[in-house]
Nanobody, 113 residues
């Protein structure tokens, strides 16, 4: 059974950094994606990384966030720098495996002074 376990969220001041992790158990992953959901806002695709390591970012995070993966650990990371209050959201990891989509439980990121 595939499970995704996220970690790394928390409270940080504007301009600070956090690194989110998402460990996948059960199977090798094709694509990883990070989404976020802020109150009263639509679900937003933040970044994705293919099995070959190609990355793509939302314009709102380009230059500040970096997605990476460690295939040996079946883990994806989201390094978030220069955080802004508008980055406050629940962040969700999504893994695509053989045509199926799996989700983590979400981790809260709050950017506030």
């Amino acid at each position: 059974q595939v499970q995704l376990v996220e970690s790394g969220g928390g409270l940080v001041q504007p301009g600070g950094s956090l690194r989110l992790s998402c460990a996948c158990s059960g199977s090798a992953v094709g694509w990883y994606l990070w989404y976020r959901q802020a109150p009263a806002k639509e679900h937003e695709l933040v970044a994705n990384i293919t099995s070959g390591g190609t990355t793509k970012y939302a314009d709102s995070v380009k230059g500040r966030f970096t997605i990476s993966r460690d295939n040996a650990k079946n883990t994806v990371y989201l390094q978030m720098n220069s955080l802004k209050p508008e980055d406050t959201a629940v962040y969700y990891c999504n893994a695509l495996i053989s045509g199926y989509s799996y989700w983590g439980q979400g981790t809260q990121v709050t950017v506030s002074s």
